[in-house]
């Protein structure tokens, strides 16, 4: 698979352009006009106009979805409506077409634009978690042990082991992999909402979904594989539910709970669907669904031994698995903070001294627990649905979104979209606990509820409008929206209070037309679709060899005689500074600042003023990499020197941009001994020298 290149042909229009307008300066506007200039002319404006649509995609393009979907939804409603059916195989070629491009474009344009995210640098370097849970990919990969730090998630350490694997160790290469399988799951999400709700409701998920995921597919996180695996759970739970289906239940519980453990979430979802079968399915003989509900609760318990095994396979021990909970649940019981109060309070303390203090702390005030949980679920609240960028297709989107949710609750719907009702107030009762530790990126297992829920919303609205008695409600509230936009502008207390004043509303119009609901159309329900996603991602997690245990380093590099040479050559060339044996542009991704006209996606280099200007405020040590002049090249190191201590492999290095290859191949690197200034931990290349 190839990374596009920016063209020899492109830097050359750019040199023109810059050319001509230095002519037009110099000579008063006395160019030649000729067939020749205008049309190449047009050519360097369409190649800006599409560079420049690449790098805004994450903005424009849910807007541009959304758009599409009510302009579909509209055509639809001037036509009179109509039965539904099932969508055609038009429909779903076309909804997979959308669901690729969604994700993949705003990738494309992280790189093109050089945009940093907080966990991403320039949309490659891991950074911050991203760094850890990528550096345990290459340790894992080669032979050693899994650290601490990932056996809190084994799931995603071994998942990304198996795209950097099929992507011949080059990082870029494996993030387009990982985005391709995410825009898998988009797409299963959004072919249920089609085959029930049509074409309009369908895009209305994949613009909402796509958000989501084009604010992590740049980085190494394991937010990744929770919304792929909470994808295919969902479609199964769906299906199951639709069709009283125990094992269809019990597999999309499985899933579920392996989603909820690769990326902790909503937990109390898992409870809830235990309870399903008991409460809104019967048995054989028209009892209480009790035969339902063991068939999942032995699921739910066989979600959480994958990642048991993973982590003891790899060298690992259990009692890290989840041991940051800890930290969140003191902060809970301190009133509310966040989890670096227990680092403060309680300093080198264990999982289960800190859970110890929590209980004391809790016996001592408990009313301090539940300000803490208020405070959580005021901050879900303000954090609903803020993935998405841009203001106006938030609002949209909202819309749909709690005009879905009250349409759960009212009667006569079908089990399918009642048990969507039921799992959101799994997500509901676990935002207190969530909310304060982590932003919307926490709920990435369930994340594909509100693809179906505002899919559902937006085939509500449909009828909404055609009814005398409920058209003005979702004017109102839209106008409610903007109006608290334009009047305070950013503030997440108002978000939060408007989330609640639109649930209020939907709930009433849900009343005032309580026998007016949308019949699902029967098709198929994407189970064969799911199932295929679910065996490639487990098959992509076992691409690496689990069983083969060997000694830290060996056969990562060449022979082990030609990595001994190394050594001795680094001993004698870079004396007393340290040294690092490495490959980069292969599992050592490196980025190039340069200047205006230089930039490509592979290698990836990018303008020093899109780098700045795209650079997140958020970014740990902002300051430090805004300073980086042009001509920097930034590395991601994973020394493979066989010296070298596991765990300590992995390091972030800065360097003459001239100096610092990015073909793959094997270099050894001196270091100067000082971090550089304004950069913690971050050292510099002083001299590179290539191994045979």
Not at 317 to 337: P, R
Not at 640 to 655: D, K, Q, T
Request: hydrophobic share 50%; net charge positive.
């Amino acid at each position: 698979m190839g990374i596009p290149k920016r063209t020899a042909a492109r830097t050359e229009c750019q040199v023109w352009v810059r050319q001509v307008a230095s002519r037009l300066r110099t000579n008063g506007g006395n160019v030649s006009d000729t067939r020749a200039t205008r049309l190449r002319a047009v050519g360097c404006t369409v190649l800006a106009l599409m560079e420049t649509l690449l790098v805004s995609s994450e903005t424009w393009l849910t807007a541009a979805l959304v758009a599409l979907a009510v302009a579909v939804l509209l055509a639809g409603t001037a036509r009179g409506g109509g039965p539904r059916v099932p969508g055609t195989s038009a429909q779903t070629v076309l909804l997979l077409v959308v669901s690729l491009a969604a994700v993949l474009l705003p990738l494309f344009g992280a790189w093109i634009g050089g945009r940093t995210h907080p966990n991403a640098i320039a949309g490659l370097i891991p950074w911050n978690d991203a760094a850890g849970y990528y550096g345990c990919t290459l340790d894992i990969l080669g032979k050693e042990d899994l650290s601490p730090f990932c056996q809190r998630r084994p799931f995603y350490t071994v998942y990304l082991s198996g795209l950097l694997a099929a992507a011949g160790l080059e990082l870029q290469r494996a993030l387009v992999l990982q985005a391709l399988m995410s825009a898998a799951g988009v797409f299963i999400v959004a072919s249920v909402a089609l085959r029930r709700w049509g074409i309009a409701p369908a895009l209305g998920a994949v613009a909402i979904l796509s958000a989501f995921v084009a604010t992590m597919s740049m980085t190494t996180l394991t937010e990744n594989i929770g919304f792929l695996l909470g994808a295919v759970a969902l479609v199964l739970l769906f299906a199951g539910a639709e069709r009283g289906s125990r094992g269809l239940l019990a597999l999309g519980a499985f899933a579920l709970c392996l989603a909820l453990n690769a990326r902790a979430g909503a937990f109390l979802v898992l409870p809830l669907l235990v309870l399903w079968p008991l409460l809104f399915q019967t048995g054989k003989h028209g009892g209480r669904g009790w035969a339902g509900s063991l068939v999942v609760l032995v699921a739910v318990v066989a979600g959480f031994v994958p990642g048991i095994v993973m982590t003891l396979m790899l060298g690992g021990a259990t009692g890290e698995t989840h041991s940051n909970l800890s930290y969140t649940l003191y902060g809970l019981v301190a009133g509310g903070e966040r989890w670096t109060y227990a680092v403060a309070q309680l300093p080198g303390a264990t999982t289960s001294e800190i859970y110890a203090a929590a209980w004391h702390l809790f016996l001592e005030s408990p009313l301090l627990l539940v300000a803490g949980l208020v405070q959580g679920f005021l901050e879900y609240l303000q954090r609903l649905l803020t993935y998405v960028p841009w203001l106006p297709a938030r609002i949209a989107l909202a819309l749909c979104w709690l005009w879905g949710l009250a349409g759960l609750f009212g009667p006569g719907r079908p089990p399918s979209v009642r048990l969507l009702g039921w799992l959101m107030l799994g997500v509901v009762a676990s935002s207190p606990i969530l909310s304060i530790d982590g932003d919307t990126r926490v709920y990435a297992a369930t994340t594909a509820l509100d693809g179906l829920i505002v899919a559902f919303g937006l085939a509500r609205l449909a009828r909404a409008f055609r009814n005398r008695r409920t058209a003005l409600a979702p004017v109102v509230l839209l106008a409610a929206f903007v109006l608290s936009a334009l009047v305070f502008p950013g503030d997440p207390r108002l978000w939060g209070g408007m989330m609640i004043l639109g649930m209020l509303i939907g709930l009433l119009a849900q009343l005032m037309t309580a026998s007016d609901h949308v019949d699902t159309a029967r098709g198929r329900d994407g189970v064969v679709a799911a199932m295929l996603v679910f065996i490639v991602a487990i098959g992509v997690s076992g691409m690496f060899p689990l069983a083969e245990r060997v000694s830290p380093g060996a056969d990562t590099v060449g022979s082990v005689t030609a990595r001994l040479a190394s050594e001795r050559l680094a001993a004698e060339t870079c004396g007393t500074e340290t040294s690092v044996l490495m490959r980069p542009g292969a599992d050592s991704p490196v980025v190039k600042l340069v200047g205006p006209g230089q930039s490509s996606v592979s290698p990836l280099a990018v303008t020093l003023e899109n780098f700045r200007g795209r650079l997140h405020p958020l970014t740990h040590q902002y300051a430090g990499l805004y300073r980086l002049p042009a001509g920097t090249a930034l590395v991601f190191a994973h020394d493979l020197s066989p010296s070298r201590a596991a765990g300590a492999r992995n390091s972030i290095l800065v360097g003459d941009a001239d100096i610092v290859p990015a073909d793959g191949r094997l270099y050894l690197i001196c270091l100067e001994n000082a971090d550089v200034p304004g950069l913690e931990d971050v050292r510099r290349i002083r001299s590179v020298y290539p191994l045979p």
